[in-house]
Structures are given as C-alpha cells and as structure tokens.
C-alpha cells in the first residue's frame, strides 16, 4: 500500500523530510513512527498507517514534499485499510502583490498555537533584516529554489517585486536548468542539522551579513610573560589543580583595557550604541557538539588566578555538556584562542550583538629586530575584528594597544602569594 | 457511558496502610496503560489532530499513587491541566480521554467545549473548571467545607503545580481551609518548572510545603517517583482530614520530561542532558522493576500488560479518528439554567 | 515583518532608548516569551532589566504599578489576556484613579501588555478578548492595533505615555499579518482612528483581527459593485468620535466589527455616539456584528467557527446594510 504524506491541518502545505526511522525491510506496527518531518509549524513524525514491512523509501531526506505525495510503499497483509477521505487544504485566496502598511493577511501560514508559539521554527528565508516579502514573490522564488537574499528589488524602498525574480529566473540563462534539490548520492553523506549546529549557523550569517567588519593585527612580545607562566605553572597545578597558560593574563589585560577603552564593550543600537557597564567576557570553546561560547562575567574583578579557575571550569563543563543557560548569557566582549590550533594570524566572525573580537593566536619564537640587533622572542599575534560602524581604527588601535602594553609591561600579576 | 472499572482504592486507608502486592501490580498497569496514552495524544498533535496537548510524563507515580489513596465516588478531585494520570487512574478510558484531545462529540467532560482534561465527571467526582493557573485552589477548599457542612465522609484532594504555589488564590485558599480545619489534602506536583520559570525564580524557600506551618498545618515533601511514598502520605493526609483535623500539604518532587505543553520548546530553557538524566529515575520503570524484584511480575505479565495497553489506545485513535465532530445544534446550550439567552 | 516583530522592535528600541525601561512578566526573560514577543532581550538588556516573574498576575500588575509612580517605565506582560482578571483590582481599581486621585501629583506611565483574541483552538482560556471592561474605565488608554506599522508605533506611544495603557495584541495577528514597518523611530499617536480603505458606500469600524477580514469582505464585495470604507479603530479609550462621525457622515450606513461578544462591546458605544451626533445623516440602522452569547469560545474545531467572524459573515453583513 502507498504511504502519503498526511494533512497536517488546514494551513499547512508542505514539509521537509528529516529522519527516517525505519528501514527498506523492516517489519513495522501500525502507529510506530516512520520519518520525520519538518512543517513550518513544528516538527512531527509520521505515523505508520498499518501494520506491515516496509518495501520502499521514494522520499529522500532533504526533499521538500506535499500534503499528501506518497512518500513511501509497504507490504501488507490481508484486505487494504480503506483510506478515510482527506480533507481538502484550503485554496489561498489570491493575495494582493503589493506589502504595504495595512499589510496582508496570510493564508499559508500557520497561526501561532493555542498556548504559545510552538516548538522549535525552521528560519524561513522571509526573515532578512529588512526586508519583507510578498506571498507571490516567496511563491515564485520557492518553485525556482531562487535566494531571495543574493536580488536586488526594483520596488519601492528597495522591495523585491515578482518581476525582479522573474527576472532573476530568466536571467540565470540558457543551459542552466531548475535547480533540483540536491539528493544524496553514494560519494556524498547527509548529516542533519543538529539544533545547536543550526543556531550557530544562523549566528555566523547574521553576524556575517549585517555587521561592516574591519580587522587589525598587532604583534606582542610575550617573553616576560611566557616565562614568568613557566616559572609558575608547577605551583598553579599542584595548588589548584589546574593548567596555567597564557590565557587568564590576556583575558585580565583585555578586561582592564575594556574599562578604558568603553565603546569597545558596547552593542549597536540602530541609532545609538549601547555600552554595557559590565565586563562580561566570553571565551570560545570547541566543545564536542559545536563552538559554545561560555562567559566570564564581571571578568574585570578577578585576578588571574581566579580568571584561570574560570576558564577551566567553564572549558571542563562545556566538555561534558554540563553548561547552564546562565553560563552562555550576557556576554559583552568575546576572546577566541586560536592559538591553541596553531594559528598565527586570522579573522574571527563578530559574536553577535557584541561590537568586536579578539583572537589570540599561538606564541611562537620569533627573531625580531631590538635595537638594531636581532633577537629572539616569543611573539604573540592579537587579531581584532571589529564593528566599523562603532569603531574606527584609532579606537580599536587604542583599545589593543592597551591590552599589548600589559601583556608586555613588567608587572605584578599578583600571582606569587 | 457505563462501564465496568477495576476497583481502584477499596478499603478506606488508615494512617499506616500501604499498598498491598496486588494493588502495586494495578497501578503498574494502570501506569503503563496512562504512558502509552500520553505518547500517543503527544503525536496526534505532531500530526496536526490534536490541537493542545500538556504531558503528565514523569509525573505518573505522584498522580497516581495519590488517587490510590483515597475513595473514588466519594471523594472529590479538583485537578489542573498536567493531571491526563488522575483520569487515568479513576478509570477513564482511552477512548474517552482522546475525545477530549480530538474534540470530538461524546466528549465526557464538557462536550468538547473546553481544552481537554478539563470539566467535571461527576459520578468520579473529578472539577477542573479552568485552565487559570491556581484558581481550582479557592474552590476545592469551598467544596472540601460545603461537604462538610452537608455531612459527608468525603475528603477533597487538590492538585496543583510549583508555579500555582505563587498565586495570591493559593495562599487564600490554604490559609481558609486551616483556619477552618477543612477536609482537604493540598497536593503539588513541584517539577521544578513554571512553563520555563525554575523553581529558583518562583519562590525563595526550598518547598512548598516549608510554608505549611506558616499557614498552621502541616507540610511533608515525599519522592514523586515512589508510588508508596506519595501514596503513604497521601493515605496520612486523607485520614487526618476524615477525621477532623484539617489540611496537609503533600509535596511529591517529579520531572517533567517533555516541555509545558505542545506548543513550547523547552530547548530555549533546558538543557537536554537534565532531561536525560531525569528520565533513568522514569517511575513507571521503577515501579516495574520494584515489582519484579518483589516476585510478582514477570515478564509475560510485563509484556501483556504493554500489549494490551498499546491495543486500547489503537482502539482509541481508531474510534475518536472516525467519531464525528459536534454538531452546532447545542452552541447556545447551557448558557443559563432556564435555557437559551435572548439573541 | 509580522506584528509580533513590530512589538518585539517598538519594546526593543525604546528600551534602548530609556533606560527607565523595564519589562516583567512569566516566561519572558530567558525562554524569551511564550509567542517570542522578548527573544533576545535577556541578552541584550541583562536580568534587571527583563523579569521572569512567579506565576501571580495580581502581584504582576501592582508591583509594575508600584514601580511606575517611583520614576520607571514599566511593561507588565500578561501572558494571555485570559489571565488579565486579578489585575483587575491594580489596573482598573487603582492605576487608573491615581492620577485623579493624587489630584496631578503623581502618575501610572504603566503598560500592561497581553495578547488576547481566538481563532487558534485556545478554548475558553486562550481566546478571550477583555477591552470592554477596560474601555469603561477613565483614567486608563486602551489600544488594540492590527497591523504591524500600527503595532510599533503604538505600542512607542504607550511606553512614552505617562497614563496606565492596557495594550491588546491579537494573537491570531501575530503571524498571519505581516506589513511594511518603516526602520527607526516613530510614533503614532493614541486615540486616533485610520481609515484603511476608502470608500463611499457603507462605512465599517472596527479593530484587530476582524479589521483584516473586513478588508478582505470588502475587496470581494467590489466585484459586486459595492464601495466599502473601513475605519481601523486602534484606540479604544479615548475613542476618535471625530473619525467615527466623519465616516458615518459620508456614507449614512454603518457597519461595527468585532471578535468580542456584542452584548456590552465596543460596537454599542460606538453606535450611541454615531445615533447622538450624526443622526440626521444616517441612512439605514446602526448594524453590528460581534461575538455571540455565550461565555467564551469553544474548543473544537466547528464550536470554534460558530463563535469567530469569518469574511463571509462579514460580507452577508455588509451586503445586507447596503441593501437596506
């Protein structure tokens, strides 16, 4: 018997499939899940209709199908289900083109639910910052698979009209035929977009395409530093119980510099910018489900010993997966060591809201000029990616410049108690 | 729709009666019976049939243990939304509980009128007027005096959640029904959320039931997941009540596995390694596992009772799927006693 | 964007703005609202400044209350106008008389937001629709928008404003509207009305949700000839009377919409109003369509239907008036 995708009610047209949870072959129950899928309103699985063995899979993941496409085959014994009459999806009335200030109201949208929004919302490609568009422009773009992101709208204050994708389509030129979604093939493998991997990417995009970034490098010598870390980290360990590297004292340069330098610590506000008066800082960790980015916060009344019990105990939860949603909020300014992958010069994606970002990158020995008269030195690289529409270069210059200063200057680091 | 429902609670508890073996058994396949249903309206939602769905998952040895207790027709049960395993457990059928999540017509408690788990069954004795959160508090303490006054050997168990504890209606409630040493045991299911508000946010002490003796009555804290546990309280609780001395607040600690309801996304405020944990304390599985070891379940028995559980709800989705809605003929039904109002 | 997008941008700027901005309610902070009306503003504003409060409406109101005569600008979130009932006693009983009653000393520049109104299977508790009882009480601005531009710049107004504003979003409108909103700051102001469409024949007034289906009705009545001019109420304390008798001036029939029940509506104030002062231009009766009478919206699905306005509803009514 054929499977279909069912009706999930009336507003609700089509869905992305995800997982399959049964196999070709496999015996199943009736009412036992078969795949997942995806509708604009939430995630649901598809129920098997009888009981049986599953004889073909016609669906790929990935695939956007409709309400009620066959999307699989089983072999069933005995006498066929009679199929219960489907209810018909309700015809959208003819929109008008036009998005104006009384606005549209929607057909083919599902209402929020009874008690709440639901559950988790795939982004529709509606939610550039911005920008909005008409149901005949998503309509058209969606059968085209077109990115209404990369077009430029000839309508009024820069609206995508449907002739501008019209055009668009058209303009993709001979020889090129509609993109068909893509299905997986033997030299390729699907992996699903895990939740937080999906957040992330959406991060990076918005962070990516709404922020002007600009980029600064700057060398520092941390001799002095890496030896006094030398001379200390026998110590650190057997009292605390933890590594010592260099990272607390750039995090404690860095958070002194930031109360100097207060713009940097800042989020942009459309029309103004919004300092924060606390010195929150966020240090990215690679942790086995994705890039998480737990925060220190009022970093700027701890001492390095304490900044170094923080950054091991957040880098160890965040291995375990034992983060709280407290030690991921609130962050103002982000440190992101890669250094610690060996690089020596890179350009980190802002941490939206926050206007800037630093890498720290590896200490290598280097000969450098002193004096005339080459010597050899552990050099540090900074990286700075900063938001162009709060900073200039003077202000991020100055504010680096503050954190190189301490991190070469001689002083007491306060570790020696 | 008359039935024949197993017994439920058959003698009247004193203060130191526990379940016997063969009661520990009923519940377990009540138990069963109550997870395979709660699954099951949970993916009728996903598919679009059922429109609002609130999980009882992980609360099923607190509900359950607690209705074991006390004396169905006779006693009075005021719950909220989260209680799908009361019902269960006074023995509402499948089917009937799904005409309520499907709105279909024959619905039991309100005609399908309200969300479902919620109207009266009155010859369970089962009110849940409302889905506002704390205001069966006030009224189950009106209905614990008003059978009092009528002479009644009933005694009214009130179900509520760690957020309702917050409510002004809540500590009206209680204060008046200590003051008058009504017939009522107060009951939370604390699983630590208030949609997405943790217990941290909703109150300053550790329990709800630390505030009992503000009110003048006492509070016990009991594992939500040990169906003798809850129902030992619960048994204590009713018998002081019966016999005149007022209220208590019984707290059963549970998890609640799955988010508020099917329209919240838990992910936004719960990590899902908590879940996880949460859910190798699952009491449905304990309850199991204690029977087992008490030699009075084994696995043919486990595996019917699993069987026969899935077969009901099967049933059920069959019978409410094909079941019509109501007809519009009774909108105007009900409004007043002496019939329609004027247009 | 939609207009849960509008309310979202109008909160979030003026809390960039005025740092005597503060917003309170259950589940806002870090779940970021049970409709996602405050996502991201745990983040962006910190924990003093973004409440998740316990589960207790009254207190809810009367703290926010509290806070607005001691120099804040406080938005109260009540989760569902269904639960808006125990602050009763701090809105209507006391925000609203304490500027009356301090004879001008002190004020209430409060906003008790909510989102209200069925169409989405909320039963009897999730569907109510509360602005009458509020409507009736001087001393308080009751708005209730439709669109997203009107959303934003409203609800800018009723955080500026320094009276108690109880602010209705319906819920329904809160994907299923989506409109052109203008980047930064504007304000539209309280206690105007706007016509959404003009036209000569029949006049309908309404407000929320229905406004959308009176718009459609009225775009499908065109075919038949029909000119139908559409009054968006968006305030409904104080009432724009000069925009009601303007529309009701021209065209001499009058049709009001709403969800909420008739009985006791918006819809018979207007209709007074209209019948008091610009009766000599009346055509035909005052009509009104609104909520039946029964106590709430029902659960299943064609309960459900019976109880809510649906274009055709509308349309019949407006046929029916133009007719007469």
Request: proline share 6%.
């Amino acid at each position: 018997m054929k499977i279909e995708l069912p009706h999930v009610g009336e507003s609700v047209t089509e869905a992305i499939i995800g997982q399959w949870l049964k196999q070709v072959g496999d015996t199943v129950q009736k009412y036992d899940p078969l795949v997942e899928v995806v509708t604009d309103k939430v995630a649901m699985e598809v129920p098997s209709p009888a009981t049986g063995t599953l004889s073909s899979i016609l669906v790929q993941e990935g695939d956007t199908v409709p309400m009620g496409a066959v999307i699989a085959e089983m072999a069933v014994e005995g006498v066929e289900p009679v199929e219960a009459t489907k209810p018909t999806p309700e015809i959208s009335a003819a929109a008008p083109a036009v998005i104006d200030r009384t606005g549209v109201f929607l057909k083919d949208v599902a209402p929020v639910g009874p008690t709440g929004s639901g559950g988790p919302m795939p982004v529709s490609s509606a939610e550039d910052e911005g920008r909005s568009y008409s149901p005949a422009v998503l309509r058209l773009a969606q059968a085209h698979d077109v990115d209404l992101s990369a077009i430029t709208g000839t309508g009024i204050g820069g609206r995508v009209t449907r002739k501008d994708v019209q055009s668009h389509i058209d303009g993709r030129g001979q020889g090129t035929a509609p993109q068909a979604p893509p299905s997986a093939t033997d030299d390729e493998e699907r992996i699903p977009l895990a939740p937080v991997r999906r957040m992330i990417a959406e991060n990076m995009a918005r962070s990516a395409s709404t922020i002007p970034e600009a980029w600064m490098l700057v060398e520092v010598d941390v001799s002095s530093l890496t030896q006094l870390r030398e001379e200390q980290v026998a110590r650190f360990q057997q009292r605390e119980g933890a590594k010592l590297t260099l990272l607390p004292f750039v995090i404690k340069a860095v958070a002194e510099s930031l109360a100097e330098n207060r713009m940097v610590n800042a989020t942009w506000g459309g029309d103004s910018i919004v300092l924060k008066r606390k010195i929150n800082i966020g240090v990215a960790i690679a942790a086995p489900q994705g890039l998480v980015v737990p925060v220190i916060h009022d970093a700027d009344t701890m001492d390095v010993i304490a900044l170094a019990r923080a950054v091991n105990d957040l880098a160890t939860r965040a291995h375990d997966g034992r983060l709280r949603v407290e030690d991921v909020q609130g962050g103002t300014f982000t440190i992101n060591n890669t250094g610690a992958l060996g690089s020596v010069a890179g350009k980190a994606i802002i941490n939206h809201p926050q206007v800037a970002i630093l890498n720290t990158e590896a200490a290598v020995k280097r000969p450098v000029v002193i004096d005339d008269a080459v010597a050899i030195r552990s050099i540090m690289n900074l990286c700075i990616t900063f938001d162009h529409r709060v900073l200039d270069g003077a202000e991020a210059g100055a504010f680096v410049a503050g954190v190189k200063q301490r991190l070469e200057g001689a002083r007491d680091w306060g570790l020696g108690r | 729709m008359q039935r024949d429902r197993p017994d439920v609670a058959g003698e009247r508890p004193g203060a130191d009666a526990s379940l016997t073996d063969e009661q520990l058994l009923a519940v377990y396949q009540r138990m069963v019976l109550c997870r395979t249903l709660d699954e099951r309206v949970w993916m009728l939602n996903r598919q679009g049939k059922a429109a609002i769905v609130a999980s009882a998952q992980g609360h099923e040895a607190a509900q359950m243990g607690s209705v074991w207790a006390l004396k169905r027709g006779t006693d009075l049960f005021y719950l909220y939304y989260r209680d799908l395993a009361v019902l269960v457990a006074l023995g509402m059928t499948p089917t009937e509980i799904m005409l309520g999540f499907v709105a279909k017509e024959g619905e039991p408690l309100s005609g399908a009128r309200q969300f479902p788990v919620h109207g009266v069954h009155a010859d369970l004795g089962i009110v849940n007027l409302s889905n506002v959160v704390g205001t069966q508090i006030p009224q189950a303490v009106g209905s614990a005096m008003a059978s009092r006054m009528r002479g009644e050997d009933a005694v009214t168990i009130c179900y509520f959640g760690d957020g309702a504890a917050s409510v002004g209606d809540c500590h009206e409630g209680m204060n008046f029904a200590a003051v008058h040493r009504l017939p009522i045991v107060f009951l939370c299911e604390n699983n630590g959320y208030a949609i997405s508000v943790p217990l941290s946010k909703q109150m300053a002490v550790d329990s709800v039931a630390s505030r009992a003796e503000g009110y003048g009555m006492p509070g016990v804290v009991v594992d939500g997941t040990d169906v003798v546990a809850v129902y030992e309280a619960t048994s204590e609780a009713a018998a002081r009540a019966r016999a005149g001395q007022g209220p208590t607040i019984v707290e059963t600690m549970v998890e609640r596995y799955l988010p508020h309801t099917s329209d919240d996304d838990d992910s936004r405020y719960r990590l899902r390694e908590d879940i996880e944990e949460a859910r190798k304390r699952d009491p449905v599985k304990i309850l199991g596992q204690k029977l087992v070891s008490l030699g009075v379940l084994d696995s043919a028995t486990d595996e019917r009772f699993h069987s026969e559980g899935r077969r009901a709800v099967d049933e059920a989705t069959e019978l409410t799927d094909q079941a019509p809605y109501p007809g519009t003929d009774g909108f105007f039904d009900h409004v007043y006693a002496g019939g329609p109002p004027s247009p | 964007m939609t207009v849960l997008e509008a309310a979202r941008e109008a909160m979030r700027e003026e809390m960039r703005r005025d740092p005597s901005v503060f917003i309170m309610g259950e589940d806002i902070a870090a779940r970021g609202g049970v409709f996602l009306a405050t996502d991201g503003f745990l983040e962006e504003f910190g924990e003093e400044r973004v409440i998740d409060t316990p589960l207790a409406e009254s207190a809810i109101a009367g703290i926010a209350l509290g806070a607005a005569m001691h120099g804040m600008r406080p938005i109260a979130e009540i989760e569902f106008a269904d639960f808006i009932w125990p602050t009763f006693n701090q809105i209507v009983g006391e925000a609203a008389r304490v500027r009356y009653g301090t004879d001008g000393v002190l004020g209430a520049p409060m906003v008790l937001r909510a989102p209200y109104g069925g169409g989405v299977r909320g039963g009897l508790f999730h569907s109510q629709s509360p602005e009458a009882y509020f409507a009736h009480t001087p001393g308080l601005k009751v708005v209730t928008p439709a669109t997203p531009y009107d959303t934003k710049g409203l609800l800018k107004s009723a955080i500026r404003d320094d009276d108690p504003v109880v602010f209705l979003e319906h819920k329904r409108t809160y994907r299923l509207v989506r409109g052109e909103v203008p980047d930064g700051d504007y304000t539209i102001p309280i206690g105007k009305a706007d016509v959404k469409m003009e036209g000569d024949d029949i006049s309908v007034i309404t407000y929320g949700l229905t406004l959308h289906l009176c718009l459609e009705a009225a775009r499908n009545l065109e075919d038949e000839g029909l000119s139908v001019e559409a009054l968006d109420l968006r305030t409904l304390l104080p009432l724009d009377k000069e925009a009601i008798l303007a529309t009701a001036r021209k065209t001499g029939k009058v049709l009001i919409v709403h969800e909420d029940t008739m009985a006791g509506g918006i819809g018979g104030e207007v209709s007074a109003i209209i019948a008091e002062q610009a009766f000599d231009h009346l055509d035909a009766p005052i009509m009104r369509l609104g909520g039946p009478q029964v106590p709430a919206m029902p659960f299943s699905p064609p309960l459900e239907a019976m109880y809510m306005p649906n274009t055709d509803k509308i349309a019949d009514a407006m046929r029916k008036l133009a007719e007469h």
